[in-house]
């Protein structure tokens, strides 16, 4: 799908009439071809604070397997390890230059093609020169070395493991029926468990020497560059690679048929049901003209198609649940249009969607239709040309990589529009309508039915569906429409607010005071709110607001189950004096929209706007509170939800585990007694509670300043609730639980530390995470070969006085005991590992993120929060310029020596169904 949309995009890249100059390469994108046939793409942004990215592209991906093995993405893996020009893994290599995999570089592989990008800031590690010399000695020197291979491998397959999942198995099955007779087929580029298992490093090794040539790959370069330098560079880089002939991958190409295949598409725990019938169909070469006018005929009929396939499906509801269209180029110079039909009676979708396509014969697409896209088509044209001048660096990157992909260009903006303006004239109503019948001619025909797991179907010969389909096609008259029931009229336009729901106006502002250094203005309101506005100009002038109010789903009255339920439903449901649809049709006229979220901590009602507009906000929000409630069908939804759930045993063993009996009590199943008015009166009773209102925006006008007097202060308020936080039990703790159907296990694990919370020791505690994280992964992957990816986190909680650490990865179920322990191990380590971390570049790389956080309002909004709560002042905004400078090798260390001691953790082991159960134990 993403290929499609690229494709879409790109229609007005490149389409134009040979009249008008051919499309060529925009003159701001150097190209060229080194001597051992590397072909290269150069963008000069021009702009100094731009880094630069580098992409490598390699034409070789699951479709160029000899049989289906994954090998193509365990070259992926491989060139990461041990390289014949360093000496050492090219992990070894990232993790000296103070780089992070899937940060500055990654890679992917997909079925035509894997990338490598490396993406760099100012002043990296490595310059042009050297990140290009690094981008060719990782796919020009891997040593591929047998003993790399034997420990990657489980690597990959752990990957597998995470990946394989009920939509996936589907999306091939479905990809096996449309893609039939070529090699996309049966080679997932994830590779299968057998493929992996069995491939050799000989095998690899013949794999790379095939395909991993210059000939065959594409290097693009985007960003402040010297294109000249960059050649010269690039040619040090790559130019010593061997002169080879590009392989012959005339397989990528789908193989066109004539004639229909039935197929049955089905999956043992799949639930989906539907019919799709599909033609396959050639496309010409993107830059011939003939090309240009394909694609763009395309643009408009893949639209066109949807919506008159949309209009058939009323009168065939007592047979499907819809009708569906969807236009895939599943390689290149090919297309498949495919029908869809949603039911369970598959036999009778058959003549559905045979009516669908002859009706689409006969009648064409709408003129209207038609009309009211061209005018969007030439609106587009003309944005497009404004728009491509305001692309970033990355943007350029990825719009190279895109038209190399895809066999097309990226031309001058202006001669593009002119040229697709002259095509857009050329592309009348009468040839779509001829285009369309020529494709729904299509000899090469599919038809597969998706069933349920379980279920049992009997397949229609391929000449009972090319029967029906000959059928409609000789009617001399289509059979007649028959009346459908008028549906009900539903109104369209959003009511008008009543003139008998006001909301208050009585409130005052009680105190106020304004402190510079930083320009804080606070008011305290009559009702008991505070607002605390920080005046800063943003980059889009608006005003960032957040009304804080504590306590959050953990409190002192409520369940948080029921917590979480009232204000999520009294959110959604809207007000009373108006039905859901009416309330609906209101919010989508709202240029700015309230965000309520309750956590566990707080319940924060968010809004970002322009100071004019503020007022009325305000008064939606004291509105909300007023006229609000949850609605009664609103509550019967979630009590039939919760009718379909299972009570969530590993969720309670997990919360027993963590925090003892007392915590892991189930009240889900409570809520079914609970109705609409209490759901409303939970609610009510947290909006009741006092609130804090911060914002950062220019200095707030008379008008603002009157409406959070008036209106906000006349909302009642009644603290009535207190925080009640749960804690993690001490001591050392561990469980087992039967989860997955399939052979995988998961290990999550949880710490905590004593902690005299501030915002300036959670800033330097969180430079111990990708520090941890890194050494984690270096250690559980890398060298042990036991994981694909992990998931750590440090949160210091101001709730808790705590430090919070949390670890998870997925594993071999025979190796969780022994990654739980190398884990255990490296945390043990952190004072040693925080005593040798690169103090300087942890300073450069918070100075870099610094840089881009700062120029967000939202950072400022957040860290005036924290500045408030802790210190009742916005002091911490003054003192955080200078953060980088407190993170210090001795801070570190002595943090590390504090929040890594695991005296207190707990660890939930999931295992697959039928393993063992093991009663809790304690951790060894």
């Known amino acids: 799908m993403r290929l499609f949309f690229i494709a879409v995009l790109s229609l007005f890249c490149l389409s134009g009439p040979s009249a008008a100059q051919d499309p060529g390469w925009d003159p701001r994108i150097a190209t060229g071809t080194l001597d051992n046939g590397l072909r290269y793409f150069l963008h000069d942004s021009g702009k100094e604070a731009d880094p630069f990215n580098i992409r490598l592209i390699v034409h070789a991906g699951s479709v160029d397997e000899p049989v289906p093995s994954g090998i193509a993405h365990i070259l992926e893996h491989m060139v990461f390890q041990t390289n014949a020009a360093r000496g050492r893994s090219m992990h070894e290599e990232i993790e000296a230059l103070g780089w992070r995999t899937g940060v500055q570089i990654n890679a992917v592989t997909r079925e035509a093609e894997t990338q490598f990008m490396l993406r760099t800031r100012p002043d990296d590690a490595l310059d042009l020169a050297g990140s290009l010399q690094f981008m060719a000695d990782l796919v020009m020197k891997p040593a591929l070395e047998a003993e790399d291979w034997e420990k990657e491998r489980f690597v990959i397959l752990e990957e597998l493991r995470q990946t394989v999942s009920v939509a996936?198995?589907?999306?091939?099955?479905?990809?096996?029926?449309?893609?039939?007779?070529?090699?996309?087929?049966?080679?997932?580029?994830?590779?299968?468990?057998?493929?992996?298992?069995?491939?050799?490093?000989?095998?690899?090794?013949?794999?790379?020497?095939?395909?991993?040539?210059?000939?065959?790959?594409?290097l693009i370069v985007s960003g402040r560059i010297d294109k000249e330098a960059a050649r010269k560079a690039l040619e040090r880089a790559f130019g010593a690679a061997p002169r080879l002939p590009a392989p012959e991958r005339d397989y990528r190409i789908l193989p066109l048929k004539q004639g229909l295949n039935v197929n049955l598409v089905q999956d043992e725990q799949g639930s989906s049901s539907q019919v799709t019938y599909a033609l396959r169909l050639p496309m010409p070469n993107r830059l011939t003209d003939a090309g240009?006018?394909?694609?763009?005929?395309?643009?408009?009929?893949?639209?066109?198609?949807?919506?008159?396939?949309?209009?058939?499906?009323?009168?065939?509801?007592a047979v499907t649940d819809s009708l569906g269209f969807a236009a895939q180029e599943t390689t290149e110079e090919r297309l498949i249009l495919a029908f869809n039909a949603r039911t369970d009676n598959h036999a009778a979708a058959i003549p559905v969607l045979m009516e669908t396509v002859e009706r689409l014969r006969r009648d064409g697409v709408a003129r209207d239709g038609?009309?009211?896209?061209?005018?969007?088509?030439?609106?587009?044209?003309?944005?497009?040309?404004?728009?491509?001048?305001?692309?970033?660096?990355?943007?350029w990157e990825d719009r190279i990589a895109s038209a190399v992909l895809t066999g097309s260009v990226v031309d001058d903006p202006a001669t593009r529009t002119t040229r697709t303006a002259a095509l857009l004239?050329?592309?009348?109503?009468e040839g779509l309508n001829t285009r369309l019948r020529e494709m729904l001619a299509a000899e090469d025909q599919v038809l597969f039915y998706q069933v349920p797991g379980g279920v049992s179907v009997t397949l229609p010969t391929v000449a009972t569906?090319?029967?029906?389909?000959?059928r409609w096609a000789a009617m001399a008259d289509l059979p007649p429409r028959q009346p459908r029931t008028p549906e009900p009229e539903i109104a369209t336009a959003a009511p008008v607010w009543p003139a008998d729901r006001q909301v208050a106006r009585s409130g005052r502002i009680s105190a106020e005071r304004r402190i510079g250094n930083p320009d804080v203005i606070e008011w305290t309101l009559s009702n008991g709110d505070a607002v605390v506005w920080l005046v800063r100009d943003t980059p889009d002038g608006k005003v960032y607001l957040s009304g804080q109010s504590r306590p959050g789903y953990r409190n002192s009255l409520f369940d948080s189950q029921a917590s979480q339920a009232a204000v999520q439903l009294f959110d959604q449901s809207g007000f009373t004096f108006w039905s859901q649809t009416e309330h609906d049709l209101w919010v989508k006229e709202q240029t700015r929209q309230w965000s309520i979220a309750l956590k566990e901590g707080d319940l924060d009602a968010g809004i970002a706007a322009a100071p004019g507009?503020?007022?009325?906000?305000?008064?939606?929000?004291?509105?909300?509170i007023a006229f609000g409630g949850v609605r009664p069908e609103a509550v019967e939804a979630l009590h039939a939800q919760i009718n379909d759930q299972r009570p969530d045993e590993v969720a309670t063993r997990r919360t027993e585990l963590l925090y003892g009996e007392a915590g892991a009590v189930d009240t889900l199943q409570d809520l079914k007694q609970v109705d609409a008015e209490e759901l409303s009166q939970i609610a009510r009773t947290h909006f009741l509670q006092p609130v804090t209102w911060y914002a950062v925006g220019p200095e707030p006008g008379s008008e603002i300043r009157d409406s959070f007097a008036s209106v906000i202060g006349a909302v009642p308020r009644a603290a009535s609730m207190t925080t009640e936080v749960a804690l993690q039990r001490a001591g050392r703790h561990a469980a087992q639980v039967e989860v997955f159907p399939d052979d995988r296990a998961r290990v999550e694990i949880s710490f905590f530390a004593g902690l005299d919370w501030t915002p300036e020791a959670s800033f330097v505690i969180s430079t111990l995470t990708p520090i941890a994280q890194q050494n984690l992964k270096k250690e559980l992957r890398n060298v042990l070969g036991g994981i694909y990816s992990l998931e750590f986190e440090l949160q210091a909680d101001p709730d808790q006085d705590r430090v919070l650490g949390t670890l998870a990865f997925y594993c071999a179920p025979e190796r969780t005991e022994e990654l739980t322990q190398a884990a255990f191990a490296v945390l043990d380590r952190m004072p040693e590992i925080a005593r040798q971390a690169d103090v300087e570049k942890i300073r450069s790389d918070i100075a870099f993120a610094e840089g881009s956080r700062l120029t967000d309002p939202n950072t400022w909004l957040r860290r005036l929060v924290l500045s408030h709560r802790r210190y009742g002042d916005a002091g911490y905004l003054r003192r955080m310029q200078g953060l980088g400078e407190r993170v210090t090798a001795q801070r570190l260390v002595a943090h590390a020596k504090h929040i890594f001691r695991t005296g207190n953790v707990a660890v939930l082991t999931k295992l697959p169904l039928g393993a063992a159960a093991m009663a809790e134990r304690e951790v060894e």
């Open 465 to 470: 569906v090319e029967a029906e389909r000959a």
């Open 425 to 429: 004239n050329r592309i009348a109503f």
């Open 292 to 317: 240009q006018i394909a694609y763009l005929q395309q643009y408009f009929l893949t639209r066109l198609i949807r919506d008159a396939v949309q209009a058939e499906a009323p009168y065939h509801a």
């Open 168 to 218: 996936d198995r589907v999306s091939r099955l479905k990809k096996a029926a449309l893609r039939a007779g070529s090699r996309y087929v049966d080679r997932p580029t994830i590779g299968t468990h057998a493929g992996i298992s069995r491939t050799s490093i000989e095998e690899i090794r013949s794999f790379y020497e095939s395909f991993y040539r210059a000939s065959n790959m594409t």
């Open 613 to 624: 507009d503020l007022p009325a906000r305000l008064e939606t929000y004291a509105a909300i």
């Open 370 to 395: 038609f009309e009211s896209l061209m005018t969007r088509a030439r609106a587009i044209n003309e944005n497009n040309r404004k728009a491509a001048e305001n692309r970033t660096y990355a943007e």
